[in-house]
């Protein structure tokens, strides 16, 4: 079983921050690679950053420059968001590729979500 733990979500005015927090644990080889994905109402899940062990990001084009993510730990990740809008009002979701056995295939797991609202 592996569980990834989200937290740090609320309510925050235009212009504020937020830092999200995603924890996995269980049974787990490794961790390749962990992210953060948003789904507003009515709208696809997109992703918003990633990270992977070695350390390399990748950003939504919409977020570059506001959001930050990095890696605690091996099974730890941050999403730092500065300088919020109304448009980042979203669910968030950490996602994790983990292999939980050396000779196992990588699998994706979901957190199970954590809500942004941007509003003043």
């Known amino acids: 079983q592996v569980h990834l733990v989200e937290s740090g979500g609320g309510l925050v005015q235009p212009g504020g921050s937020l830092r999200l927090s995603c924890a996995a644990s269980?049974?787990?080889?490794?961790?390749?690679?962990m992210g953060w994905y948003r789904q507003a109402p009515g709208k696809e899940r997109e992703l918003v950053a990633a990270?992977?062990?070695?350390?390399?990001t990748n950003y939504a084009d919409s977020v570059k420059g506001r959001f930050t993510i990095s890696r605690a730990n091996a099974n730890t990740v941050y999403l730092q968001m500065n300088s919020l809008n109304v448009e980042d009002t979203a669910a968030y979701y950490c996602?994790?590729?983990?292999?939980?056995?050396?000779?196992?295939?990588?699998?994706?797991?979901w957190g199970q979500g954590t809500q942004v609202t941007v509003s003043s």
């Open positions: 269980g049974s787990i080889f490794s961790i390749n690679a």
């Open positions: 990270i992977t062990s070695g350390g390399s």
């Open positions: 996602n994790a590729k983990i292999r939980i056995r050396s000779w196992t295939w990588e699998n994706e797991y």
